[in-house]
């Protein structure tokens, strides 16, 4: 089954918000929503915020061969123990998504809850 109820630029904004991050583009506090290319350069800024102060990668990816196609996994390097952990990992058909926009909102929003 797929997932009917996608995180939305709101939910996304306020949990990264909580968890510290404040750089969203000005326009989104005027219109509260971006569009989808704003949307999603701001989501790359917050990948990279989570990557190097939280060391949690959220990685994108996608399946050709079968639609829904795009997913995502958050993975967190742990220092002292010089290794990777899976923290969110796909494992079934519900965890695809037919757009790339609806992964990367997703994945952030539950790397941010990781925290």
């Not at 000005?26 to 701001?42: A, G, I, Q, R």
């Not at 790359?44 to 079968?66: K, S």
């Not at 996994?73 to 123990?81: A, D, G, L, N, R």
Request: glycine content about 2%; some cysteine; overall charge negative.
């Amino acid at each position: 089954m797929i997932k009917l109820e996608k995180v939305t630029q709101q939910e996304l904004v306020e949990i990264a918000e909580i968890n510290g991050y404040n750089h969203f583009h000005p326009d989104y506090f005027k219109n509260s929503e971006l569009s989808p290319v704003t949307w999603l350069m701001e989501c790359i800024l917050l990948q990279i915020w989570l990557r190097d102060n939280h060391n949690i990668h959220v990685m994108l990816h996608l399946d050709q061969t079968m639609e829904p196609k795009y997913c995502y996994s958050i993975h967190k390097f742990i220092e002292e123990e010089i290794e990777w952990k899976n923290l969110i990992y796909p494992r079934s058909y519900s965890d695809l998504y037919y757009k790339y926009g609806e992964a990367v909102t997703d994945g952030l929003y539950y790397a941010l809850l990781t925290l």
